[in-house]
């Protein structure tokens, strides 16, 4: 039992020293999000359903189908003594004819123990770097919970059979926001459907509250806050706390333990993000702070797709550069790197 507990944070250690380059590049954020103790904390602290439960008997109540991006976390083992907190599942592109393309960033299904039953929840996770966007990311929150609900159809309930809609899982969409302006930073929010009056007395049950979106937006204050949730995330996935204050106050303030059986892990983080920034930097300082950028940028893509973190039309999507071009300055990378 004392090995099983302790897997954990060594699986989370080895994922923020993958996610060394640039902890807020959103594919690491992903992976360290993907945690059970990390999803379990964010279940804890936003959905009701869980409030009472410890975050220990909440991590049991995740299912082992997380999925990124329709990418396996981690190969699914056999071996029945061996333990993964992270193992593939859930679907996580949404494809219907008609309804167009969305594919989450997390996505997983949770029960809530029941004295009757055990209730299905299906949770998708967002990472969202950026809160100004053209678009109201509320109103895209409410798409993705109303898309989760639709595409049940054929896998959790069947029209035509008796109680059929009552099938339907409740679903939830929960979007971790960063660099948020000051009017939205260090706040966590609820937009769900709710019951109004409007004339008489509706005296039934219903089942109305079948999708939640919930916000939760770290600001530049986010340490100083009271809320324990915003300063663990702020701390777990800022970019510019070195490592070892990053580990001692995980642990300490929030006890979040990185590692505690994971040998040689003294720099899990590498101090690689710094690394890539510099370096970015100095080229922006050389040949134009724009051009820098973007080479800095090209450095972690490049580092990702030849880790097989990424694959290679994820490269592509991430960059300005034509396929060609970013084949060939691949290439050049790998000789100047001596990568193979």
């Known amino acids: 039992m004392e090995n099983k507990r302790n897997i954990f944070p060594n699986q989370l250690a080895k994922d923020l020293e993958n996610a060394s380059y640039e902890v807020r590049y ?3 954020v992903k992976q360290i999000l993907a945690n059970k103790d990390i999803l379990a904390r964010i279940l804890s602290a936003t959905i009701a359903e869980y409030k009472g439960y410890s975050l220990e008997e909440i991590k049991l109540l995740i299912e082992d189908d997380i ?87 054929g896998r959790e309930f069947e029209i035509g059979k008796n109680n059929s809609y009552d099938d339907i899982k409740k679903v939830y969409s929960i979007w971790i926001c960063m660099d ?3 009017d939205v930073a260090n706040s966590i929010t609820e937009f769900k ?19 939640s979106v919930i916000f939760i937006c770290l600001g530049k204050a986010a340490r100083q806050t009271e809320n324990e949730l915003i300063g663990m995330l702020d701390t777990l996935l800022a970019s510019d706390i070195d490592v070892r204050t990053k580990e001692i106050t995980l642990s300490e303030k929030y006890k979040l333990n990185l590692r505690e059986t994971y040998e040689g892990t003294v720099d ?54 034509s396929p060609e071009e970013f084949d060939e300055a691949y290439a050049k990378w790998c000789e100047d790197n001596n990568k193979q």
């Open 180 to 182: 948020t302006p000051q």
């Open 26 to 28: 959103d594919m690491f």
């Open 268 to 321: 899990f983080m590498c101090n690689l993000s710094q690394g890539i920034l510099e370096r970015g930097r100095q080229e922006g300082r050389q040949e134009g702070l724009l051009e820098g950028r973007q080479k800095g940028k090209l450095d972690i893509l490049f580092t990702l797709y030849n880790e097989k973190i990424i694959n290679l039309t994820q490269a592509y999507e991430k960059t300005s550069l």
């Open 67 to 153: 999925a990124i991006d329709c990418q396996p976390l981690e190969p699914h083992t056999s071996d029945v003594n061996s333990y993964s907190p992270k193992i593939i599942g859930m679907n996580t592109e949404s494809n219907i004819p008609g309804e167009g393309r969305i594919v989450y960033d997390i996505k997983f299904s949770a029960f809530i123990p029941n004295k009757d039953e055990k209730i299905k929840l299906i949770v998708n996770l967002e990472a969202q770097q950026k809160f100004s966007t053209p678009y109201d990311l509320v109103t895209r929150g409410i798409l993705y919970t109303c898309r989760m609900i639709s595409e049940q159809l």
């Open 193 to 211: 459907m709710t019951k109004n009056s409007i004339y008489g007395t509706f005296k039934r049950e219903a089942r109305y509250d079948l999708q």
